[in-house]
C-alpha cells in the first residue's frame, strides 16, 4: 500500500510545482476584473525576509480606527479534523472571510465597507505589516500566521473567502517566486479547509504603471497571474490610486484617509457584484 501513496504524493508536488511555473508564466498576461496587468513584471533581486521576521509596519489610515480583535466575544472550539482553534460565530452563512494587511485592518477600510455593502459580516483575519512573504515580528505571514495560530479561523463555511495584500512583501524586498509559493500553499489550505467557499483576491493597491506604481503594480500582476493558475476570481487594484483619483486621499503615499477608503470601498463593491459575489439575499 505504500507505493500507490508515494506516487500520489509524487504526482501531488509535480501538480504544484507546474501551477507555480504557471503563474509566474502568467503574470504579463494576466486579465484583472479591476484593470489590465502590466505586459511584464520585473523580479526582485533583493531576497525575501523571513517568516515572522520583524519589519517595521506601517499604520492604518489616519481618521479610521483599528477593527475590533478578531472573533472578539465569540466562543472558540478545537476542530477535530484540523487540530486547531476556530471561532464560533452567530451567522456563519452571511459571513466573508477576509485575510488581509493595513488596507483591510481598519474599521471602515475599503475592503470592509465593500463586503458590508453587499450584505456580508465581516471576519477580519490578517495584520498590519504582514502579506504572503512579510511577518511583522510578531504575527507571521499569512500563511504561517494561518498554520501556527496567529489569527483564528471561522468555524463552520463562511460563502466567500477574500484574500487582500502585496504591499507588505513589496516593502521586505520578496521575490515573486517567494510570493507565488506562498499564495498558492495559502489557496490550497483554504481550499482544503473551506471545500464550499468561494475565493477571491484582490490585488495590490498601487498607481499603475505608467503613473509611478512601481514593484506595487508588479506584485498585482504576479498576484493576477497566481489567482489564474488556480481559476479563482482576481480583482486588480494596481492602478486604482490613479485611475480612480484618490492620490489625494493618501495620508502616507501608501494607506487612504477617510475619503478615500469610501471612494474606493464603491469601486469593489462594484466589481464583486459583477462577479457574482453579492451575499445571499442581498439587493446589490
Given amino acids: 500500500m505504500r507505493k500507490p501513496r508515494a506516487r500520489k504524493r509524487h504526482a501531488v508536488l509535480l501538480g504544484s510545482a507546474s501551477v507555480l511555473a504557471f503563474a509566474l508564466a502568467c503574470t504579463g498576461c494576466a486579465q484583472a476584473s479591476g484593470g489590465s496587468a502590466p505586459a511584464t513584471v520585473k523580479r526582485s533581486s533583493v531576497p525575501g525576509a523571513a517568516s515572522g521576521q520583524a519589519v517595521a509596519a506601517p499604520s492604518p489610515a489616519a481618521g479610521l480606527d483599528r477593527g475590533p480583535a478578531t472573533g472578539a466575544g465569540n466562543a472558540v472550539r478545537r476542530n477535530a479534523s484540523t487540530g486547531r482553534d476556530e ?3 452567530p451567522d456563519i452563512r452571511h459571513t466573508a472571510l477576509l485575510i488581509g494587511d493595513s488596507q483591510s485592518e481598519p474599521e471602515g477600510s475599503w475592503p470592509r465597507s465593500a463586503l458590508a455593502a453587499l450584505g456580508y459580516t465581516v471576519f477580519y483575519a490578517g495584520k498590519s505589516g504582514t502579506g504572503f512573504v512579510a511577518g511583522n515580528g510578531t504575527t507571521g505571514n499569512y500563511i504561517d500566521a494561518l498554520q501556527n495560530g496567529d489569527w483564528l479561523l471561522p468555524h463552520g463555511s463562511p460563502p466567500l473567502i477574500v484574500v487582500q495584500g502585496g504591499g507588505n512583501d513589496v516593502r521586505v524586498g520578496a521575490e515573486d517566486t517567494s510570493i507565488a509559493t506562498n499564495a ?6 483554504l481550499r482544503s479547509r473551506y471545500p464550499g467557499s468561494r475565493l477571491v483576491m484582490i490585488g495590490t493597491l498601487a498607481r499603475g504603471q505608467g503613473h509611478g506604481g512601481g514593484r506595487r503594480t508588479e506584485v498585482d500582476a504576479l498576484l493576477g497571474g497566481i ?24 495620508v502616507d503615499g501608501i494607506h487612504l484617509a477617510a475619503p478615500g477608503h469610501r471612494k474606493l470601498s464603491s ?18
Fill in 267 to 284: 469601486v469593489l463593491a462594484r466589481r464583486l457584484s459583477e462577479l457574482g459575489l453579492a451575499a445571499e439575499g442581498s439587493e446589490s
Fill in 184 to 189: 498558492l500553499r495559502l489557496i490550497d489550505e
Fill in 87 to 89: 471561532v464560533v460565530l
Fill in 227 to 250: 489567482a489564474a493558475s488556480a481559476d479563482i476570481p482576481f480583482i486588480s487594484a494596481g492602478d486604482w490610486l490613479s485611475r480612480y483619483g484618490v492620490e489625494r486621499d493618501l
